[in-house]
């Protein structure tokens, strides 16, 4: 199970070893506990300031290695611009920007968490504390050996520097460490290997959860084919590892509330089945379970932090291989509510996995939301490049609110179009609805398609494929998988859904 690095609050030291960060603000401000600490490197500080024309401008760093006067081995003094301006996921960012300037070969480090005005608050802290820990992450279980000359990275403990480091402990491990774990064990999830995690042991980890006092019930494929999921099931019958379906339940609210719910796109791989992918590129869609992940990491942020909600998170787990036994172009198959969908293109399987799990999500569990992410199509990269989730949506209100947590935290969301109009697109010769839609509009098609399994309900689907995988380099992320929608979901729930 994920587990954070070594991490620890304590009062403003001065360490006597490592590296020591403190922040600056413009005009080369400092707290009153950091120009404390730096005292005796006062003049170092000032001259290397001048130096190098560093006035504390946000972005902008004094790195002086064995800074005379101090015992460290290292100062690093970190512009932040003006501290007012500050919102929280800036303060997540820092974290990150300030583990980054941390050597892996440091024994320790020590970040002092005042700007000019005084010390931060504890839940300032522990924000700061969560951008630390999202940037020390490494997916390195399969590396054997290392280069030539490379040492063992030391994984340094780190130290935040508060007033109160009984009240920031507090803050961090009642509700931040929930969900930076919940963040990494996503990560974990999408990083391993299709011949490691498939169906099967996806589930196990999944019901891992029951340690925190989530329900977990899986469901294997007699009991799938019993409650009539033949979408689902039609799209890992050519492989041979059986499909799973995952409902996690989570009671944190009244007895009485109807829960929330977050259903996950979990193709372990995805090689496009008969409609086979090209080569190149083939291995990223190990991450094509994506989705599933983060429903699992953010449930376990939920359980974790006892969040006052009731929680369904729901997967659908399958392997999209060819194969003699595999789904063709052609195949008609009927999902759980009965309707028919005739196959186009075996590599437009996300939709057909998700139409069975939302219907029964739906009718089973009668939420008072449904929100699905998937790593659904290539187009919505195409429309919205890494930066930005697509949203789909029957639910203005809910689309406000996923917007506002997206902006507080950075995990983005733009709402695309959804409508009748769309309808015919996918409409089949043979069957109720065919599972692609053409050329055109294909990430809205896709959608248009998962609207027909969900009635009613207030829904959201988001398009994850730009954002889970391949992820761009930031201060809070260097790994490949980035573990998008743990943080935005569990903002939602915080800002909306407890009690
Ligand atoms: N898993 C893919 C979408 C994807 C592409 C995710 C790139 C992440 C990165 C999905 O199952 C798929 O193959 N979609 C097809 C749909 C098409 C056949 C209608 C696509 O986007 O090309
Ligand atoms: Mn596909
Ligand atoms: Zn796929």
């Known amino acids: 199970m994920a587990e954070s690095r070594k991490l620890a609050f304590a009062a403003f030291t001065p360490p006597s070893k490592g590296v020591l960060i403190v922040f600056c603000e413009e005009g080369l401000k400092f707290g009153p506990a950091t120009r404390k600490a730096l005292a005796p490197a006062d003049d170092l500080v000032q001259r ?4 190098d024309k560093f006035t504390g401008k946000s972005g902008s760093a004094l790195d002086l290695v064995a800074p005379a006067g ?15 301006k500050l919102k929280t996921q800036d303060l997540v960012k820092l974290g990150g920007a300030a583990m980054g300037k941390v050597p892996a070969r440091a024994e320790a480090a020590s970040i002092f968490a005042e700007f000019a005005g ?6 300032q802290a522990a924000e700061l504390a969560l951008g630390t820990q999202l940037r020390a992450y490494v997916f390195d279980r399969y590396k054997t050996k290392r280069k030539e000359g490379e040492e063992a990275p030391a994984k340094p403990q780190i130290t935040i520097a508060v007033n109160n480091a009984a009240a920031a402990n507090k803050a961090w491990e009642q509700s931040r460490q929930p969900v930076a774990d919940g963040v990494i064990m996503a990560r974990d999830l999408i990083n391993e290997p299709a011949n490691v995690l498939y169906p099967e042991e996806f589930a196990k980890r999944a019901t891992a959860l029951k340690k925190l006092g989530v329900a977990v019930e899986v469901f294997d494929v007699p009991a799938m084919k019993k409650l009539g999921m033949h979408s689902l099931l039609g799209v890992g ?37 008969i409609s086979i992918k090209p080569a190149a590129g083939m291995e990223d869609m190990k991450g094509d379970m994506a989705g599933a992940a983060c429903v699992v990491g953010l449930m376990h942020a939920l359980a974790a932090r006892k969040a006052k909600v009731n929680a369904i998170g729901a997967i659908g787990l399958v392997e999209n291989m060819p194969d003699g036994n595999a789904q063709r172009p052609g195949d008609i198959v009927k999902t759980m ?14 939709r057909l996995v998700l139409a069975d799990v939302l219907h029964y999500v739906n009718t089973k569990h009668k939420p008072k939301f449904m929100i699905d992410l998937a790593t659904l199509t290539g187009a919505i990269i195409v429309a919205l490049g890494q930066e930005y ?5 029957n639910d203005d209100r809910l689309c406000d609110r996923l917007t506002k947590a997206g902006q507080a935290t950075m995990e983005r969301v733009w709402r695309m179009p959804l409508g009748p109009e769309y309808d015919k697109m ?22 248009q398609l998962l609207a027909r399994f969900v009635e009613k309900t207030p829904w959201v689907h988001l398009d994850i494929a730009g954002t889970a995988l391949g992820s761009p380099q930031t201060d809070i992320n260097k790994s490949w998988s980035s573990g998008w929608g743990v943080r935005l979901l569990n903002q939602l729930v915080e800002d909306h859904y407890e009690r």
């Open 337 to 350: 509510n009965g309707q028919t969908i005739e196959i186009i293109n075996t590599d437009a399987e996300g």
């Open 389 to 393: 989730a697509g949203m789909f949506s």
């Open 118 to 123: 005084g010390p931060l608050k504890p839940d």
């Open 70 to 84: 101090l015992p460290v081995a290292r100062l690093v003094v970190m512009g932040i611009g003006k501290a007012g």
């Open 48 to 51: 290397a300031a001048a130096a």
């Open 237 to 273: 019958q050519g492989s041979r590892k059986d499909s799973r379906m995952v409902i996690m339940r989570w009671n944190g609210g009244k007895k009485s509330d109807a829960p929330v719910s977050f259903i996950g796109k979990g193709v372990c791989f995805d090689t496009g089945g």
């Open 426 to 447: 996918i409409d089949s010769k043979f069957a109720d609805m065919k599972n692609t839609g053409g050329r055109y509009g294909g990430s809205i098609t896709a959608a």
